[in-house]
C-alpha cells in the first residue's frame, strides 16, 4: 500500500506540535512534508498494512475564542481532491467536543476545556469511501491532551486548625503541619507549586514555606498572660512568583499550662475564731493560697508547721477541689484553759515540675490566729463515771457515795441549784427506784434493801442542771455493785429422788449427794454435809466426802417391805459468818430389783412423779376449758343477736303485718316443700296422712325424731281455723317442715262469711261513695278511725 496519512496541527499563540501517521522507517522524513496536501512515497512499501506513529497533540484549557479551534487535519495519500474521500472521528468527545470536516479532514475542538475535569481525550481516525464507506485504511487511535493552565488557586481543605502547645516552650517547637491543596497540574509548570508564609500570628510562630509547619519563635510565652493566639497562613502558588494564586487559613493555637508558678497567700496573716463548745471536727475557716497555674499544676496541699498546742488543737485539710484549705477542731477547746492560738500554715504544689524547679520554691507560708470564746457549759462532774458499793440487805437509806458536779463558768465554786433541779436519776435508769439521791449535794442513798442473789450489779444516770439554763445538763454513769453476806444457807444441788433394792446389803451406795452455796465465796468455802445431832438409829449413813459431796450408805440390815420408803434427813452447813444451816430431808423409796441390782418395780412413790397431774399438764387442761367455754358464749351470744334480730320492731304498727327477718328464704324450694293445694282449696284436699313427712329442700337433711302426735280426726273441709290450726301445730311439732318465714299464698276466701268478701266486684257499701259519703266509716269501730278520718271529712268549696 503506498498510501500514507499525515496530519498536521496548528498551535495557537504562535507554537504547535506536529503528529503524523506513517510507517517506522519514514519517521526521518516525515518533518520535510508539513504543510504539503499530497505526497507519495519514493518507493513502494513492501507490506500491505502500515504501523501508524502518533505524537501526543494538545489544547488549551479555558480557551474562549468566538470560533472553533483548529487542532489539526487529518490527509491520505489517495485524497486526490476527487472528493470522494471521507474522513470519520470516533471516540470520547467525537461529535460533540471535537468535530472533524469530512472533507478537508480538519479537527476543530467546539468547547471550552477544562484539565482540572478531564486531562485527556482518546480519539480514533479513518479515512472511509464516501460512496461506499468501505475503509480506505485501518482506524487509528490518537491522543488529546488538555494544557494546564493556573486558573486554580491553593485550598486548605482541612481549615480552620486548632493546635495546643505548652507554654514556656523553646524556640522552633513544632505546633502543627498545615497543607494546602492545588488542583492545576503539578507536572506542568509551577502551577501547583505553592509556597507557605505567615501572614498574621509574627513574631511569636513562623511557618517551613515548603512543609507548612508552624513552629513556635518566640520563647518564654506565658499562658498567664496571653493563653490563646490566632495565626494566619498563607499558601501561594507559582512559587509564590507575582501573578501566582493564593489561599489562607486561620490557626487557633492554644497554650497549654505548666507548673510554673508558685502559690501565694493574698495575706500575710489570718484571723478565726471558735466557739469553745465546738466539737472536734467542726470547721473553723478557710484559707486560700494564689496559683495563677490551673488543674493538676494548681492543686495545693496545707500543712500546719509549728508544733505543740496549735497542731494539737486543730488541724487543717484540703478541700475536694484542692484550692482551699480548711482548719477544724482536733480535740476539745477551753476557753477557761486558753483563749487564744497562734500557728502557721504553709501551702505548698502537690506536682512540681523538676523542669521549672528553678522559678520556686513552690510553696507559701502565713500565720493563723485563732481565739477561742466563751460559752455557757453544762455543769463537769468530777469523774467520767462513778463506781459505788454497797452491802445486800442493808436498810434503807444506806449512804453509798456522792457525785459532784462543778460549773465550768465559774469554777472557783460549786454550783448552786434548787434541791429539785439541781442532782436527779433518769428514771429509766432505776425503774424499781431502789436508789435516791439528794438533789443539793449529790448523796447517793438506798431506798429498798437490796438482794445480791436477785441482782448483783446495778446501772444508773445521775443529771446535773443548771438553773439559769435547764438545757445545760450533764450526765454520768454511776455503779453500783452490790457486796454479798452469808444470808443464805447451803442447800442440795438437784432434787435427788434416791432408791434402793429391798434385798441390798448393809454398806451399799445408795447415792451420791453435793450441797451448793447461793452465797458469792459459798462455792469456794466448804459445805459440810452431816446427819442432824441427835438422829435415833438412822437406816442410812451419810459419809461426808470433805469436798461439798456426801455418800448415802444403807446401815439397815432388814428394810420394810417393797413399796416402803426411808426418810433421811441431813444438816448442810456453811463455812461463812456468821454460819448458815440447811436442813433437807431425803426420801428413799424401797423397790424390788433384778439379780444385775437394776430395779424391777417399784412403789408410787419410788420413781415417778407424785400422784396426781403436774403442773403443765393442769395449765393445758385449763387452756382447753377455757377455750371451749368462751366459744359456748360466743355461739349463745350469735344465737340470742340471731332471736333478736327476728323480732318486729317496737316501735312499728302491727296493723302494717311487716315483720323483719334477719335469715334468707330458700326461694323456689319453699314453695316446692310442700303442697300448695290444700292451701288454695281446702274442700279438694286430702286429709294429711299421718306417716307421711314432707322434707325440706334448702337443707341437707337431718335425722330427727319428734314426738309422737296424738291422734285427731282431720277438720272439716269447710272449716278453715281449724285447717289452719291443725297444720300450724304439724309445723311446730315437726322440724323438718318448710321454716317458719316461708311466704304462704292463700287463694281460698272460705265459706259462709257474714261480711261477703271484700274483694268481690259484686259487693257494695251500705251507700254510693259518690253520692252518701263514708261517714259509714265511723260505724265500723276504732280499727277504722284512721280510715273515716281520711275519707269521711267532706270536702270543702272548690278554690276560686
Known amino acids: 500500500m503506498a498510501s ?143 494544557q494546564d493552565i493556573n486558573d486554580n488557586p491553593p485550598v486548605f481543605l482541612h481549615g480552620p ?55 513556635t519563635a518566640t520563647p518564654n510565652m506565658d499562658r498567664e498572660t496571653q493563653q490563646e493566639f490566632l495565626v494566619v497562613v498563607q499558601a501561594k502558588d507559582m512559587g509564590g512568583h507575582a501573578g501566582g494564586l493564593s489561599g489562607s487559613t486561620t490557626v487557633t493555637v492554644t497554650l497549654s499550662d505548666v507548673n510554673d508558678n508558685p502559690p501565694r497567700f493574698p495575706q500575710s496573716s489570718y484571723q478565726f475564731s471558735v466557739v469553745e463548745t465546738a466539737p472536734p471536727g467542726s470547721a473553723v475557716g478557710r484559707l486560700r493560697a494564689h496559683d495563677p497555674d490551673e488543674g493538676e499544676n494548681a492543686l495545693l496541699a496545707y500543712s500546719i508547721l509549728d508544733g505543740g498546742d496549735g497542731a494539737e488543737a486543730f488541724a487543717i485539710h484540703t478541700d475536694a477541689l484542692g484550692q482551699d484549705g480548711i482548719i477544724t477542731v482536733k480535740k ?23 523542669q521549672y524547679i528553678r522559678k520556686g520554691p513552690f510553696k507559701d507560708m502565713a500565720t493563723v490566729r485563732i481565739t477561742v470564746e466563751d460559752a455557757d457549759e453544762p455543769p463537769a462532774f468530777s469523774r467520767s463515771d462513778y463506781h459505788l458499793a454497797v452491802y445486800e440487805n442493808s436498810p434503807p437509806g444506806t449512804l453509798l457515795g456522792k457525785v459532784t458536779a462543778v460549773d465550768l463558768d465559774s469554777p472557783s465554786s460549786a454550783i448552786r441549784f434548787p434541791p429539785s433541779s439541781r442532782y436527779s436519776i433518769l428514771p429509766h435508769t432505776d425503774p424499781e427506784r431502789y436508789f435516791s439521791i439528794n438533789p443539793q449535794d449529790g448523796t447517793i442513798l438506798t431506798s429498798v434493801p437490796l438482794d445480791r442473789e436477785l441482782l448483783p450489779w446495778h446501772n444508773m444516770t445521775v443529771v446535773a442542771t443548771e438553773l439559769d439554763s435547764p438545757t445545760q445538763a450533764s ?36 447415792q451420791l449427794i453435793r450441797a451448793v452455796d447461793r452465797d458469792e465465796d459459798g462455792n469456794v468455802s466448804r459445805i459440810i454435809i452431816r446427819s442432824p445431832l441427835g438422829a435415833r438409829d438412822p437406816n442410812v449413813t451419810v459419809r461426808d466426802n470433805k469436798d461439798n459431796s456426801a455418800s448415802l450408805l444403807l446401815r439397815a440390815a432388814r428394810l420394810p417391805t417393797q413399796g416402803g420408803s426411808l426418810l433421811v434427813p441431813l444438816e448442810l ?46 395449765l393445758a387442761i385449763l ?9 359456748v358464749l360466743l355461739f349463745v351470744a350469735l344465737r340470742r343477736q ?37 292451701l288454695q282449696n281446702p274442700d279438694a284436699a286430702p286429709p294429711p296422712p299421718q306417716q307421711r313427712r314432707l322434707f325440706r329442700r334448702d337443707v341437707l337433711p337431718r335425722l330427727h325424731f319428734p314426738p309422737s302426735l296424738p291422734a285427731r280426726l282431720p277438720p272439716q273441709p269447710h272449716d278453715v281455723a281449724s285447717f289452719l290450726a291443725a297444720r ?58 284512721t280510715l273515716a278520718e281520711l275519707y269521711g271529712t267532706p270536702e270543702g268549696p272548690p278554690p276560686t
Open 4 to 146: 500514507f496519512l499525515q496530519l498536521l496541527l496548528a498551535w495557537l499563540g504562535g507554537c504547535g506540535c506536529a503528529g503524523r501517521l506513517m510507517p517506522p522507517s519514514q519517521g526521518a522524513r516525515a518533518g520535510s512534508l508539513r504543510g504539503n496536501v499530497s505526497q507519495r512515497w519514493e518507493r513502494p512499501l513492501l507490506r500491505s498494512r502500515r504501523s501508524w506513529v502518533w505524537n501526543q497533540f494538545f489544547v488549551i484549557e479555558e480557551y474562549a475564542g468566538p470560533e472553533p479551534v483548529l487542532i489539526g487535519r487529518l490527509h491520505t495519500d489517495v485524497d486526490r481532491g476527487e472528493g470522494r474521500i471521507k474522513y470519520v472521528l470516533t471516540g470520547e468527545g467525537a461529535g460533540t467536543v471535537f468535530v472533524i470536516d469530512e472533507k478537508t479532514g480538519n479537527i476543530h475542538v467546539t468547547k471550552t476545556l477544562d484539565r482540572e475535569e478531564k486531562s485527556q481525550y482518546t480519539l480514533l481516525a479513518q479515512a472511509v469511501d464516501r460512496a461506499s464507506n468501505r475503509p480506505l485504511e485501518p482506524p487509528s487511535e490518537f491522543i488529546i491532551k488538555v
Open 161 to 215: 486548625y486548632h493546635a495546643t502547645v505548652p507554654e514556656m516552650s523553646n524556640v522552633g517547637t513544632s505546633v502543627i503541619q498545615v497543607t494546602a491543596h492545588d488542583a492545576d497540574d503539578p507536572a506542568y509548570g509551577n502551577s501547583a507549586r505553592l509556597v507557605y508564609t505567615v501572614l498574621e500570628g509574627l513574631p511569636f510562630f513562623s511557618v517551613d514555606p515548603q512543609t507548612g509547619v508552624i513552629r
Open 332 to 354: 476539745p477547746l477551753d476557753f477557761e484553759s486558753r483563749h487564744s492560738y497562734t500557728f502557721r500554715v504553709e501551702a505548698t504544689n502537690t506536682l512540681i515540675d523538676p
Open 475 to 510: 450526765h454520768v454513769q454511776v455503779a453500783i455493785q452490790i457486796l454479798d453476806v452469808n444470808d443464805n444457807p447451803p442447800q442440795l444441788e438437784h432434787s435427788y429422788e434416791p432408791f434402793v433394792c429391798d434385798n441390798a446389803a448393809p454398806g451399799h451406795l445408795v
Open 573 to 618: 452447813v456453811d463455812g461463812g459468818s456468821p454460819t448458815r444451816t440447811g436442813s433437807p430431808t431425803l426420801t428413799v423409796s424401797i423397790c424390788r430389783c433384778r439379780r444385775d441390782g437394776a430395779m424391777h418395780s417399784c412403789g408410787a412413790e419410788a420413781l415417778g412423779s407424785p400422784a396426781g397431774l403436774s403442773t403443765g399438764a393442769l
Open 623 to 631: 387452756a382447753c376449758v377455757g377455750t371451749l367455754l368462751a366459744l
Open 642 to 678: 340471731k332471736q333478736a334480730a327476728l323480732l318486729p320492731f317496737e316501735e312499728e304498727d302491727v296493723r302494717e303485718n311487716i315483720i323483719t327477718y334477719d335469715d334468707e328464704g330458700g326461694g323456689e324450694e319453699d314453695t316446692e316443700a310442700f303442697d300448695m293445694a290444700a
Open 728 to 785: 300450724l301445730s304439724e309445723v311446730d311439732a315437726d322440724p323438718s317442715v318448710p321454716p317458719y318465714d316461708s311466704i304462704q299464698v292463700y287463694g281460698y276466701e272460705g265459706q259462709g262469711s257474714s261480711a261477703g268478701s271484700l274483694s268481690s266486684p259484686g259487693s257494695s257499701c251500705a251507700g254510693d261513695s259518690d253520692a252518701g259519703g263514708y261517714e259509714y266509716l265511723e260505724e265500723w269501730g276504732p280499727l277504722f278511725r
